[in-house]
């Protein structure tokens, strides 16, 4: 394999996790809740993906546990945000740190012990192509899915009547009530299957990544995916291309430890997407300013009466 | 059978407010339907009740001939009966056509040509003019009312409520929003619009029906109204109901003084012009007016709130200018605004907090509050008024209006002022609490000369010494309260007509 397909292929399989997380932050986000609790979802989502991998062997049952145990957290912020009308910023900063912890204390007889892997599921003929045919469709299967996915997302959002509700919910939850749209059933529908996406990314670190359990194994991805829902403007085609450039800044690391090209040093490649985060978030208000944040991000709903 | 929507002796009680009183109307399908009345009249309690969002303590509403019961807008929607409110309900982000199809539901797959050409269709029938594809942040107050309209018609409505259509609209915007309803009128929908401008009942509607203190006085048509200073008459009510006990007092010298005093809205058309009123400590001088005239803006700006453009204001012995007076030292005027839950106080904390507001700098101990001396004002303060409370702990927002309105004139007579601004200060209030605040309002003056903004002629005239009449920003006469004759002038000037 040339650099170029090999470099390709890294970058795809570095994106997948922080592409998950961010489809379903843009999901959450664009119904008007934020949830900053994407690294707890996403490192329980990793130890029970891990579990239930390690106890079944069944690569499907372990996403689907993942992204259920990702929901379920998802709605814990969901009660205290959209229910109770709590500061989102705080209950998903709780969510992350509860997620996190409790990850860490279940899985602490697990560390280093081997799991499921799941390997490479090459699509038939077009894995065959020239240059990019194995880096692009010799992936493995969640490779597949994340982009079926971010297509779904942008579907569902921009050409269906869900998606047109969600968006209401999101940018003025008053009217879409007054139009008659269930914007509390709305919000939380969206921040469930946000948080199964979250779970499903962790999984995706635990078993397809880097198979195997370690406390910190998402090593702040889920923080990365929400600057990634802001960076792209709360767009899920915009999610894609920032998880991917996140994905190359990673490969680039592999790609000169591999090949012991330091053009750039190491441990600037390793702190860049991390500096990339830290600034996307601190202009978070800005950007949210030129007005292509959901105008009733973060603002709970009730009736007034 | 034909189109007709009744409410039929319907009321609605807010705590001890009672918002409506055994009201019936009936509005007919190709007809234009006024509601008119002052604020806090009763007029939105009544159209919220007819579109579903409160249900009535007592009473039927009645859908051409048959018992309805709407237990949520998107109901009464349902059933054809929709209602545009005075803040618009589109989401600002999205295309015409998102919003009509966010209302109007069908296919889980949007199909936006499809609602678009329903929508060009529905506007050209009905001369809405409103493009399908443009987003709504970037249309004008008009055109989004049209794009609210069109929404309901798109969901099928043949009753549509309007809430204060005009308030928000340019005078071109507004003489398009009436060919809008004659064309609806035409196509015989029943039409219901709330206001307060009778130049817009009188012109616009086929039937007009008078609120007042939650009752309905009146009920007739532009052509049967006897004009506009008839209707007017009957909208604030004339009659003295109250007779107070109003002990002289010797007026004092001069406290306050306005020259050609200009000023709120934008610059270029202020909400007042060219204001000369002079005040003496001892009377109560009234500013009277139909709502929207600039009475607020003029005491909104006399509080710094509001801008002030030219003239100026004499105060304490010193002249300001116009643009000097927002940050002129004003601790000796008292203020009492119009919206006494939100900006009179702050209902999440407790009463003491909010005693302390304006007084800050007399509980103040080097760089600590004295909370136990604010506590005992308030405390004070409760007995002396007669403020119905737990006690000085209590969250402000759990008082009721009247009470709430007791508690922020005891903060603010507190402070001695020479000058006391209130605005409606007996607005939604029963009698009761009226007298009350009527007592203090004439106690003020021992110290104080008083101006009073009121759209309620009774209260100016119970109250006050002197009343203006302030009509499109300009105070059209000032009338002494003790002379008949100048008394009668009131009502007319109200409606602009000056003799």
């Known amino acids: 394999m040339n650099d170029f397909a090999f470099l390709l292929s890294l970058t795809l399989k570095s994106s997948m996790a922080v592409l998950l997380a961010a489809q379903g932050e843009v999901l959450s986000e664009r119904a008007g809740v934020i949830n900053l609790g994407q690294e707890g979802m996403m490192l329980m989502g990793a130890f029970i993906g891990y579990l239930v991998g390690y106890l079944t062997g069944n690569a499907a049952l372990a996403f689907a546990a993942a992204g259920l145990v990702g929901s379920l957290l998802a709605l814990l912020h969901g009660f205290f945000a959209i229910r109770l009308g709590a500061n989102q910023l705080l209950s998903g900063i709780a969510l992350s740190i509860l997620g996190a912890g409790l990850a860490n204390f279940m899985g602490r007889g697990f560390i280093g012990k081997p799991g499921l892997r799941v390997g490479e599921w090459p699509i ?39 998606g047109l509700t969600v968006r209401a919910c999101g940018e003025n939850p008053t009217a879409a009530d007054a ?23 962790g999984a995706y670190l635990s078993l397809v990544f880097t198979p195997g359990w370690k406390e910190g194994i998402s090593a702040g991805q889920g923080w990365i995916a929400v600057a990634i829902v802001i960076f792209s403007g709360w767009r899920p085609l915009g999610a894609l291309a920032g998880s991917l450039f996140f994905g190359f800044l990673s490969a680039l690391q592999f790609f000169s430890q591999a090949t012991g090209n330091n053009v750039v040093p190491l441990y600037i490649l390793r702190i860049l997407p991390y500096v990339l985060t830290i600034l996307t978030l601190s202009f978070a208000a800005a950007l949210g300013r030129r007005g292509r944040a959901p105008a009733g991000l973060g603002k709970p709903f009730f009736r007034e009466h | 059978m034909s189109l007709n929507l009744e409410l039929v002796n319907i009321t609605k009680r807010f705590g001890p407010t009672l918002a409506n009183d055994h009201v019936s109307i009936t509005a ?42 709407f237990t949520s807008p998107a109901h009464a929607l349902a059933r054809g009966v929709g209602m545009v409110h005075q803040r618009f309900m589109l989401v600002d982000a999205f295309t015409v056509a998102e919003n009509v199809c966010l209302a109007a539901g069908g296919s889980p797959l949007l199909d936006l040509k499809a609602e678009a050409a329903r929508i060009r269709e529905l506007s050209d029938r009905f001369g809405l003019d409103a493009d399908p594809d443009r ?30 259509p005009t308030s928000v609209l340019t005078p071109t915007e507004i003489e398009r929003f009436c060919q809008v309803l004659k064309t609806l009128r035409q196509e015989g929908r029943a039409i219901v619009f709330i206001t307060h401008k009778l130049e817009e009942a009188l012109e616009l509607s086929d039937r007009i029906s008078i609120l007042r203190r939650g009752r309905l006085v009146a009920h007739t048509t532009p052509a049967e109204a006897g004009g506009k200073r008839n209707l007017a008459r009957m909208m ?7 007779a107070i006990d109003k002990p002289a007092v010797e007026p004092g010298p001069e406290v306050l003084r306005l020259e050609g005093l200009t000023g709120g809205g934008d610059p270029a058309r202020p909400a007042f012009s060219g204001v000369d009123l002079a005040l003496r400590r001892g009377e109560v001088l009234a500013v009277v007016g139909v709502a929207g005239n600039g009475q607020t803006e003029l005491a909104e700006a006399l509080a710094g709130l509001a801008p002030l ?6 105060f304490e012995g010193a002249r300001h ?29 407790s009463m003491t907090h909010n005693y302390l507001l304006t007084r800050l700098s007399a509980f103040t101990r080097g760089l600590l509050l004295d909370w136990t001396g604010g506590a005992e004002a308030t405390r004070k303060a409760i007995e002396r008024f007669a403020i119905k409370a737990e006690g000085p702990h209590q969250p402000s927002g759990e008082l009721s209006g009247g009470n709430l309105q007791k508690l922020l004139l005891a903060r603010e007579l507190s402070r001695l002022p020479s000058v006391l601004v209130v605005q409606q200060p007996t607005q939604g209030l029963d009698i009761g609490a009226s007298e009350d605040v009527w007592k203090s309002l004439l106690e003020a003056r021992e110290h104080a000369g008083v101006l009073l903004v009121t759209g309620d002629l009774t209260e100016a005239l119970t109250l006050a010494d002197r009343v203006a009449v302030i009509f499109a920003g300009r105070i059209l006469g000032v009338a002494d309260v003790s002379d008949p004759d100048q008394v009668a002038r009131i009502s007319p000037m109200m409606a602009g007509v000056r003799q």
């Open chain 1, 179 to 201: 139009m008659g749209a269930p914007v509390i059933r709305t919000r939380f529908t969206a921040v469930a299957l946000g948080g199964f996406l979250s779970g499903m990314a």
């Open chain 1, 124 to 162: 038939p003929v077009l894995s065959d192509l020239p240059m990019v045919g194995k880096a692009v469709f010799g992936q493995n299967a969640l490779v597949y899915v994340a982009v079926l996915v971010t297509v779904a997302m942008w579907f569902a959002l921009s050409r269906t009547r869900w």
């Open chain 2, 309 to 314: 453009t030219a003239g100026s204001v004499s």
């Open chain 2, 28 to 69: 007919h399908g190709g007809e234009i339907h006024a509601l008119l009345g002052e604020n806090g009249a009763g007029k939105s309690t009544l159209m919220s009740i007819l579109s579903g969002r409160y249900q009535p303590d007592v009473g039927e509403i009645r859908l051409s001939g048959e018992p309805v019961r």
């Open chain 2, 135 to 164: 987003p709504v942040h970037t249309l004008s107050m008009g055109e989004r009312q049209r794009v609210e309209i069109l929404k309901l018609l798109r969901l099928g409505a043949r009753v549509l409520i309007f809430d204060e």
């Open chain 2, 236 to 242: 604030v009510g004339r009659e003295v109901i109250f």
């Open chain 2, 321 to 349: 200018e116009a643009k000097a007076w927002a940050a002129a030292p004003k601790d000796a005027l008292a203020y009492v605004p119009e919206d006494r839950h939100h900006e009179g106080s702050v209902p999440e904390l």
